[in-house]
């Protein structure tokens, strides 16, 4: 009897450490900003999945506007980035299509700020519809800024989707202010040429 007394005690203080040590590593885990989530509440999935649409709204924009004004072979580019972007996208992959969307505004402002181009009606549609696809992707990207500004993964989740979400965050206000750039050359243009401009186009460079 007393044999079978002393191992339950021994087993009741064993379960009692057990529950303490994971009670301490939860505690170290919220004080080292566990849990992937932001201050807003925001998971890492959920950041990388807003980025990624916005991502998407950015290069098909960019892929309208670039036919529009004669580039077909760097709006072919971005349209296949903009297809082969999917949501549980990698920080490598996020990094491709950063590249992308950068050589692609480049291009169209150095375009845009070129010689007079001529458009025909059909020219001028696809410039206004992608006009309005990228104002959308700016709205998009400010709207994740808070999300963003207080992720901090888990210990052990600093990879996949951890990793892109801190990819994200340290890259997307210069991505808003690269983009609000880009929008406004669009928008001056499309007044110089008689383009009709969308009204999400003003919408957006007011959050900027």
Known sequence: MKKITLAALITSVSLLSANAAFA????????????????????????????????KSVM???????????????????????????EGASKDSLEESAKVQTESSKALETKLNGEKIVMDAKSKKLFSDGVKDLAGGVVQYVGMSKDVSGFKPSIGSISGSGKSAIYVGKTLPDTIKNLGRTLKSAIDFSKANDIPVPKEANDATSLL
């Not at 004004?69 to 760097?74: C, E, H, I, M, R």
């Open 24 to 55: 301490q590593f939860g505690d170290l885990k919220k004080s080292l900003g566990g849990g992937d989530k932001s201050a807003d509440g925001a998971s890492a999935e959920q950041i990388v999945t807003k980025y990624v649409g916005g991502a």
């Open 60 to 86: 098909t924009a960019d892929a309208k506007m670039l036919e529009a004004v004669g580039l077909k072979d760097q709006a072919a580019i971005a349209n296949l980035q903009a297809k082969n972007l999917t």
